[in-house]
T-cell receptor, first 113, second 114 residues
Framework: NAGVMQNPRHLVRRRGQEARLRCSPMKGHSHVYWYRQLPEEGLKFMVYLQKENIIDESGMPKERFSAEFPKEGPSILRIQQVVRGDSAAYFC???????????FGPGTRLTVT | AQSVTQPDIHITVSEGASLELRCNYSYGATPYLFWYVQSPGQGLQLLLKYFSGDTLVQGIKGFEAEFKRSQSSFNLRKPSVHWSDAAEYFCAVGDEGGRRALTFGSGTRLQVQP
């Protein structure tokens, strides 16, 4: 019974490049949440998606960030033209329905050089 | 808007000693409350949750937490700490707006001395 999978676990990008972070939810889960953890801080909500729908993106930066959860395949968090301030750990969580009880993946640690 | 405060950034206890990690929240209605643990380089593991009912909730790994509405607190406790409990602990509250997001505190880092 695999948990939430995220890849890559570590990602290094130069300023201006694009970063793509992938999240495969637990089997049977159709709800995905993305959170960002800056160094020495707690997690901050970014976006909540269901299959083929963005339900709430109120935590997403207005520019350069986008997310999708297609009918088939993993959820993708995409960061265009990365800057040093994007360096953080990005966590994905999933749930079987709309609920606060979410199961977290191991995270992707993005470093922008 | 809701918020979560964990006033202790860093706590050190001796192995076998008792532990209490503090969490205060700001929330308009009855909150949904959670404690998560994060080991270095790892994701978050749910320790316990409070939705309603008994204000003393039991979790995994011997942890418990008590919801005190009058104090807006949800402190995490363990009677006897093990070296493997060294980690970062996060308190979280379910978003008041109903979007099912979690609002996290800034975390308490626990060190365990032998």
């Amino acid at each position: 019974n695999a948990g939430v999978m995220q890849n890559p676990r570590h990602l290094v990008r130069r300023r201006g490049q694009e970063a793509r972070l992938r999240c495969s939810p637990m089997k049977g889960h159709s709800h995905v949440y993305w959170y960002r953890q800056l160094p020495e801080e707690g997690l901050k909500f970014m976006v909540y998606l269901q299959k083929e729908n963005i339900i709430d993106e109120s935590g997403m930066p207005k520019e350069r960030f986008s997310a999708e959860f297609p009918k088939e395949g993993p959820s993708i968090l995409r960061i265009q033209q990365v800057v040093r301030g994007d360096s953080a750990a990005y966590f994905c969580a999933s749930s079987p329905r709309e609920t606060y009880e979410q199961y977290f993946g191991p995270g992707t640690r993005l470093t922008v050089t | 808007a809701q918020s979560v405060t964990q006033p202790d950034i860093h706590i050190t206890v001796s192995e076998g000693a008792s532990l209490e990690l503090r969490c205060n929240y700001s929330y308009g209605a009855t909150p949904y409350l959670f404690w998560y643990v994060q080991s270095p380089g790892q994701g978050l593991q749910l320790l316990l949750k409070y939705f309603s009912g008994d204000t003393l909730v039991q979790g995994i790994k011997g942890f418990e937490a008590e919801f005190k509405r009058s104090q807006s607190s949800f402190n995490l406790r363990k009677p006897s700490v093990h070296w493997s409990d060294a980690a970062e602990y996060f308190c979280a509250v379910g978003d008041e707006g109903g979007r099912r997001a979690l609002t996290f505190g800034s975390g308490t880092r626990l060190q365990v001395q032998p």
